[in-house]
DNA sequence: TTCAAGCGGATATAGATGATCCGCTTCCTC
DNA sequence: GAGGAAGCGGATCATCTATATCCGCTTGAA
């Protein structure tokens, strides 16, 4: 059995090299980056990244295993939450904040990848995604027809902005618009509300059109 | 000068099979399909293709436009309904409709393309969404805070629903999945009006976690 | 000290994509 | 209805990019 006690030392190092590297350059250029890119970024050979990863699944399964770890715990931390419409709440602004600043989380989320890794890990999450719907709903925050799984279609459509904003954006710009989920998120969750209310205020700023239209420019190299 | 009524007139045919399959093919795969595959699926072959068109994005140019012209149509009809608060309804439900048939056309919405083609028609489609926005909001039916800008933003979101669904499910398979990206437009409708009200009827059923993951499947070839 | 384990990265393979070329066919004109 | 310009098809070339391997050299540990 090649245990992973049974690496070397120096070999264990690059494999935690090449873990962290792939978080990084995923989380930038989304899941599409090279395993030769990712050892580069590492700073250690191509033979070295695939001796230790047969492919790019198995890098992005060791990747996607923590990833879900953290999710995990901003679930149950929602669950525990108080209030639950609150934990509801920062349920949503975690998990997004977090897609936003990592494409390649955003997009195994969605699905967009190889069945294997999702599958299993996804069982993890969507039981404790529909507890903190149950829990909101039960309080009578949520309205009753919305379901554990609309969060997660929520989820997939509001961090699609984030995608569409930092693909065309430049590195300087306007970090504003790297938010700018954040504003669509509430408007979501007034029409989530069961009750009916005042529209909340929104945290962040409608762009103007011309920096709609210099955001939708298309990716000029991500 | 090398008019449109200078082609022979199999090459004028020719020419508008081309659009129809472009068209088509993108509205099905996106706009990754190539000028290739274009002339295949039109039935003619790829020297043809390239003779009436220097490229792919030449072709998608003429396509754009056809789509800019329905979207165009679209939107004045939104701009002339009776009532602003139906317009702004009817603009987004009719739109998406479009975008969640036609991937192509949501692709270049989104900015997923050449700026060329993009900009200058986008500037014709700017300024009635804004319409329709501001007519909402006088009329007092648009919550104060939002703006023309944000309908194209929320467009993106809940197009990309449609995205996800397609990708992952079966051609014979539930198509009330299609039609998903509806339920999340009413939410958000609820989230856009400037008075409190109850929860709207959703006009789609929320899915269950099962048919939840089975779309998320990843592409199992477009 | 020894050598299995590990390393780097040039290099082979494969597949997709973009585009051209040229012998044959079709349309149009006279 | 004949001649020639315009058009046609699709095999083929040229890139590109991603994936993966191989092998001479280095390093860690028994």
């Known amino acids: 059995m090649m245990d992973t006690q049974a690496l070397r030392k120096d070999a264990?190092?690059?494999?935690?090299?090449l873990i962290s590297a792939g978080r990084d350059l995923?989380?930038?250029?989304?899941?599409?980056?090279?395993?030769?890119?990712?050892?580069?970024h590492a700073g250690v050979g191509v033979g070295?990244?695939?001796?230790?990863?047969?492919?790019?699944?198995?890098?992005?399964?060791?990747?996607?295993q923590q990833q879900v770890d953290e999710l995990e715990a901003i679930l149950r931390e929602a669950v525990a939450a108080p209030d639950p419409w609150e934990g509801l709440v920062q349920y949503l602004e975690k998990s997004l904040a977090a897609q936003a600043k990592d494409r390649g989380?955003?997009?195994?989320?969605?699905?967009?990848?190889w069945p294997d890794h999702y599958d299993q890990?996804?069982?993890?999450?969507?039981p404790l995604v529909d507890q903190v719907a149950d829990r909101a709903r039960g309080a009578g925050a949520l309205r009753e027809d919305?379901?554990?799984?609309?969060?997660?279609?929520?989820?997939?459509?509001?961090?699609?902005?984030?995608?569409?904003?930092?693909?065309?954006?430049?590195?300087?710009?306007?970090?504003?618009?790297d938010r700018l989920y954040r504003r669509y998120l509430w408007i979501v969750l007034d029409g989530l509300r069961a009750s009916a209310s005042a529209p909340s205020k929104l945290p962040v700023a409608a762009l103007?059109?011309?920096?709609?239209?210099?955001?939708?420019?298309?990716?000029?190299?991500?």
């Open 146 to 177: 919305v379901t554990g799984t609309d969060l997660i279609f929520l989820q997939i459509a509001l961090t699609d902005i984030s995608g569409t904003v930092q693909s065309g954006s430049a590195p300087e710009g306007r970090d504003d618009a």
């Open 105 to 113: 989380m955003a997009q195994m989320l969605a699905g967009r990848t």
């Open 208 to 222: 103007t059109t011309h920096e709609t239209h210099a955001l939708l420019q298309p990716r000029p190299q991500g």
């Open 48 to 64: 070295t990244a695939y001796r230790r990863f047969a492919n790019k699944e198995e890098l992005i399964e060791a990747i996607w």
């Open 12 to 17: 264990a190092r690059n494999r935690d090299l």
């Open 121 to 126: 890990q996804r069982d993890r999450l969507a």
């Open 26 to 40: 995923f989380a930038r250029r989304g899941l599409a980056a090279t395993l030769n890119d990712v050892a580069h």
